[in-house]
């Protein structure tokens, strides 16, 4: 996970892909529109398909998480 970054000062304090301004959310949500990995390598550069599954972990990670702590 040490591509998923936390700084309070950026975008809110949001987990961020590496030390970029480019949130979780932001790839988790192109990625339910349909957008394909391809495609926002394409249109974000900086990115590598890397960073895209480390999203999908640190989101399966969380819903894990939530889900014990709902059991508990």
Same mark, same amino acid.
């Given at each position: 996970? $040490?591509? %998923?970054? #936390? !700084? +309070? @000062?950026?975008? @809110? @304090?949001?987990?961020? %892909?590496?030390? =970029?301004? %480019?949130?979780?959310?932001?790839?988790?949500?192109? #990625?339910? *529109? @349909?957008? /394909? /990995?391809?495609? %926002? =390598? !394409?249109?974000?550069?900086? #990115? *590598? =398909?890397?960073?895209? =599954?480390?999203?999908? /972990?640190? +989101?399966?990670?969380? *819903?894990?998480?939530? $889900?014990?702590? +709902?059991? *508990?």
């Amino acid at each position: 996970m $040490h591509r %998923i970054t #936390l !700084e +309070a @000062g950026k975008r @809110g @304090g949001k987990p961020c %892909i590496r030390d =970029l301004r %480019i949130t979780v959310y932001d790839v988790l949500a192109l #990625l339910a *529109e @349909g957008v /394909s /990995s391809q495609e %926002i =390598l !394409e249109d974000f550069p900086e #990115l *590598e =398909l890397a960073d895209i =599954l480390a999203v999908l /972990s640190f +989101a399966a990670d969380r *819903e894990r998480r939530v $889900h014990v702590i +709902a059991v *508990e």
